[in-house]
Protein backbone atom coordinates (compact mmCIF):
# COMPACT_ATOMS: atom_id res chain seq x y z
CA UNK A 1 0.00 0.00 0.00
CA UNK A 2 1.18 3.26 -1.14
CA UNK A 3 1.00 5.90 1.62
CA UNK A 4 2.81 8.77 3.35
CA UNK A 5 3.01 8.96 7.02
CA UNK A 6 4.13 12.27 8.55
CA UNK A 7 5.58 13.26 12.16
CA UNK A 8 7.08 16.14 13.66
CA UNK A 9 5.53 19.86 13.97
CA UNK A 10 4.26 21.52 16.82
CA UNK A 11 5.26 25.19 18.14
CA UNK A 12 8.27 26.98 18.34
CA UNK A 13 9.00 30.98 19.07
CA UNK A 14 10.56 33.07 16.44
CA UNK A 15 14.00 31.78 15.31
CA UNK A 16 13.35 28.15 16.32
CA UNK A 17 14.22 25.49 14.72
CA UNK A 18 11.32 22.28 13.53
CA UNK A 19 12.05 19.19 11.63
CA UNK A 20 8.99 17.34 10.11
CA UNK A 21 9.55 13.68 8.78
CA UNK A 22 7.71 11.53 6.52
CA UNK A 23 8.23 7.71 6.17
CA UNK A 24 7.30 6.57 2.27
CA UNK A 25 6.65 3.03 1.02
CA UNK A 26 9.30 2.16 -0.81
CA UNK A 27 8.20 2.56 -4.47
CA UNK A 28 7.54 6.20 -3.62
CA UNK A 29 10.81 6.65 -1.81
CA UNK A 30 12.52 5.19 -4.44
CA UNK A 31 11.06 6.54 -7.85
CA UNK A 32 9.10 10.32 -6.61
CA UNK A 33 10.03 13.40 -5.83
CA UNK A 34 9.13 13.76 -2.25
CA UNK A 35 8.65 17.16 -0.67
CA UNK A 36 6.34 19.61 1.49
CA UNK A 37 3.31 21.91 1.13
CA UNK A 38 1.83 24.39 3.66
CA UNK A 39 -1.60 25.39 4.01
CA UNK A 40 -2.30 28.32 6.24
CA UNK A 41 -5.86 29.54 7.55
CA UNK A 42 -7.82 30.81 4.80
CA UNK A 43 -5.03 30.34 2.31
CA UNK A 44 -4.79 27.84 -0.39
CA UNK A 45 -1.87 25.00 0.03
CA UNK A 46 1.24 26.15 -1.90
CA UNK A 47 4.77 24.30 -2.46
CA UNK A 48 7.46 24.69 -0.05
CA UNK A 49 10.11 22.72 -1.07
CA UNK A 50 10.89 19.65 -3.10
CA UNK A 51 13.57 17.34 -3.17
CA UNK A 52 13.80 14.73 -6.73
CA UNK A 53 15.11 11.41 -7.38
CA UNK A 54 18.50 13.07 -8.51
CA UNK A 55 18.98 14.51 -5.65
CA UNK A 56 18.03 17.84 -7.08
CA UNK A 57 16.10 20.59 -4.19
CA UNK A 58 14.02 23.46 -5.27
CA UNK A 59 12.61 25.61 -2.26
CA UNK A 60 10.18 28.54 -2.32
CA UNK A 61 11.63 31.73 -2.09
CA UNK A 62 9.74 32.40 1.31
CA UNK A 63 12.02 29.62 2.36
CA UNK A 64 14.91 29.79 1.05
CA UNK A 65 18.26 29.29 2.70
CA UNK A 66 16.11 28.44 5.68
CA UNK A 67 14.70 25.23 4.84
CA UNK A 68 16.23 22.08 3.67
CA UNK A 69 15.12 18.43 2.62
CA UNK A 70 17.58 15.60 3.58
CA UNK A 71 16.37 11.41 2.34
CA UNK A 72 17.19 8.25 4.92
CA UNK A 73 17.32 5.73 2.47
CA UNK A 74 17.45 2.83 5.35
CA UNK A 75 14.16 3.73 6.23
CA UNK A 76 12.69 5.51 3.68
CA UNK A 77 12.49 8.63 5.20
CA UNK A 78 12.21 12.48 4.39
CA UNK A 79 12.71 15.22 6.57
CA UNK A 80 11.99 19.11 6.33
CA UNK A 81 14.66 20.53 8.10
CA UNK A 82 13.43 24.15 9.08
CA UNK A 83 15.27 27.04 10.70
CA UNK A 84 15.10 30.74 11.51
CA UNK A 85 10.88 30.22 11.53
CA UNK A 86 8.81 33.37 11.39
CA UNK A 87 5.24 33.40 12.29
CA UNK A 88 4.57 33.86 8.21
CA UNK A 89 5.80 29.88 8.43
CA UNK A 90 2.66 28.87 10.41
CA UNK A 91 0.35 26.08 9.08
CA UNK A 92 -0.50 22.51 8.39
CA UNK A 93 2.54 20.93 6.65
CA UNK A 94 1.69 18.33 4.11
CA UNK A 95 4.29 15.70 2.67
CA UNK A 96 3.56 15.32 -0.65
CA UNK A 97 5.35 12.73 -3.45
CA UNK A 98 5.03 12.80 -7.08
CA UNK A 99 6.09 11.65 -10.33
CA UNK A 100 7.24 15.64 -11.69
CA UNK A 101 10.87 16.83 -10.60
CA UNK A 102 9.42 19.56 -9.01
CA UNK A 103 5.99 19.62 -7.03
CA UNK A 104 4.67 23.13 -8.33
CA UNK A 105 1.27 22.60 -7.22
CA UNK A 106 -1.13 20.35 -5.80
CA UNK A 107 -2.07 18.56 -9.33
CA UNK A 108 1.63 17.47 -9.46
CA UNK A 109 0.79 15.96 -6.33
CA UNK A 110 0.12 11.34 -6.24
CA UNK A 111 0.12 10.92 -3.01
CA UNK A 112 -0.43 13.09 0.29
CA UNK A 113 0.57 12.42 4.10
CA UNK A 114 -2.05 13.10 6.79
CA UNK A 115 -0.53 17.13 7.45
CA UNK A 116 1.03 18.15 10.81
CA UNK A 117 0.42 21.21 12.47
CA UNK A 118 3.57 24.08 12.87
CA UNK A 119 2.74 26.92 14.67
CA UNK A 120 5.41 30.11 15.36
CA UNK A 121 4.45 32.43 17.86
CA UNK A 122 6.61 34.12 20.60
Known amino acids: QEQLVESGGGSVRPGGSLRLSCTAS????????MGWFRQSPGKERVPVAT???????TVAQSVRGRFTISKDSATSTAYLHMNALSPEDTGVYYC????????????????WGQGTQVTVSS
Open 96 to 111: AAGQSYYLEDPGSVDF
Open 26 to 33: RRIFTFMS
Open 51 to 57: LNVSGGL
